[in-house]
């Protein structure tokens, strides 16, 4: 289902004699200047924000004509973020510019959709050497509009999937952690090595030295690499970069298929796409943020801690649990909540939620949530039974027994949970035995 928002672009983007204009369609205050100078590594940041535009463009699974659906950026602090999913979801792309990369003054801070239009991808391609890039985001004042159209006024169709997709990416991403680190010459090679954009086989990789080795099974320190072709927005920005750095969950021998993200870094910015566990998975279907969405014991906690947020690049936990007077658990129970409205995201490399406002309402990812509203609705009916650990549930037709592992997972004998063992989070009938329990601790 689709949440068709308006968007209003002053103008175009273009990339005139002065720079690049990237136009926005809001903010803090209407058409804002987020920032205002020159991009230090000019090559990179066009093949970066072409890899993000690229990914908002294409559909890996089923591929069909690209969407036109405009990346996300955030300005905060002396950091621009330029963020999108596939047209599938099941490919998440990040370009953060640095402070190193900025020669200006961020003079603004807020979340906006950036119209990267086809005369711009062009303009952007024909960037390089040394050439300055000077970076406009969003004009200084409100032009009058005219029957020429000086104003550009645009509904861009945003799924309710991409909001699901970026409640989805935080809360596994913020399990993961690096697994390895390599040269830019040898990740070039590598990336040639990779199957063709065809192939939607899971691969893993492992470190081997200064490079990765591709096996067909998971061994402890192994990245999953899923439908590899999916890489492949990254190998233009190839070229700028110094690392590529591969971030996972930990895995052992006989693992299922898990997420995983791929970064470059070029030492001004860096460019990321996270994959899906599997090609034909979204991440707006994968589940991870359920047990956030449905706990009613942290959405105080959240509302508190969403107050603190001051468009922090990366969010300290122990100083945002000082200020609230919470602990370290709390408070990021409270982000992963946060999480689900788009308000922050996770950054691998930092190791850290950043805060973000996206155009959703704070409601939208529960409402559009069918595990979720299942759940709530067999809790209201009263049909969770509960026996200590264990709970029977009871619907129309079908009567499940879930049951609580020492671990704290639940398990069910629905048919759904038969098919897929966990690994896209809790089924509807687990979820409202989650409910009706103990507040589950998140660890810190």
Request: charge should be neutral; charged fraction near 20%; aromatic fraction near 6%.
């Amino acid at each position: 289902m689709n949440a068709v928002q308006t968007y209003r672009y002053l103008q175009p983007s273009a990339l005139r004699a002065a720079g690049l204009d990237l136009q926005t369609c809001g903010g803090p205050a209407a058409n804002p200047r987020f920032f205002a100078g020159f991009l230090t590594a000019p090559a990179a940041a066009a093949a970066g924000l072409l890899a993000v535009a690229e990914v908002a463009r294409t559909r890996y699974h089923q591929p069909v004509n690209p969407a036109s659906l405009d990346p996300v950026v955030t300005g905060s602090r002396g950091r621009l973020r330029f963020e999108s999913f596939s047209g599938c979801c099941g490919v998440y792309a990040r370009m953060d510019v640095l402070p190193a990369g900025l020669d200006g003054e961020i003079s603004g801070h807020g979340t906006t959709n950036v119209d990267v239009n086809p005369p711009l991808r062009e303009a952007l391609a024909r960037v390089g050497g040394i050439e300055p890039l000077h970076v406009a985001v969003g004009p200084d004042d409100l032009t009058v509009s005219t029957m020429d159209g000086s104003v550009v006024e645009r509904k861009v169709p945003l799924p309710g999937r991409w909001l699901r997709g970026f409640a989805e990416v935080h809360v596994l991403t913020a399990g993961f952690e690096q697994r390895a680190e390599i040269p830019a010459a040898e990740a070039a090679a590598f990336l040639r090595r990779l199957p063709a954009a065809t192939d939607r086989s899971v691969l893993w990789a492992v470190p081997a030295g200064r490079t990765l080795r591709l096996t067909s099974r998971p061994a402890p320190g192994a990245v999953c690499l899923a439908g590899a072709g999916r890489l492949a927005a990254l190998r233009d920005v190839l070229r700028h970069a110094r690392t590529l750095r591969v971030y996972g969950p930990a895995v052992r021998a006989g693992s299922p298929a898990v997420p995983s993200t791929w970064e470059l870094d070029t030492g001004a910015l860096r460019v990321s796409l996270t994959l899906s566990p599997e090609p034909y998975r979204g991440f707006s279907g994968e589940g991870a943020a359920l047990a956030a969405l449905a706990g009613d014991d942290v959405v105080d906690d959240a509302e508190l801690v969403g107050a603190l947020l001051n468009w922090d690049p990366t969010i300290d936990v122990a100083a945002l649990a000082d200020a609230a007077a919470l602990p370290d658990g709390r408070v990021r129970a409270a982000l992963a909540q946060l999480g689900t409205a788009g308000r922050v995201g996770y950054d691998v490399a930092d190791g850290a939620y950043f805060h973000r406002v996206m155009p959703y309402d704070a409601g939208r990812a529960e409402r559009d949530n069918p595990r979720l509203l299942g759940a709530r609705a067999l809790v209201e009916r009263g049909a969770v039974e509960r026996d200590g650990e264990d709970a029977t549930v009871r619907t129309d037709a079908e009567v499940y027994r879930v049951r609580r592992h020492p671990d704290g997972a639940y398990s069910c004998t629905c048919r759904w949970w038969a098919r897929h063992r966990g690994q896209r989070g809790p089924c509807r009938h687990a979820l409202a035995v989650s409910m009706v329990a103990a507040p589950v601790e998140v660890l810190s």
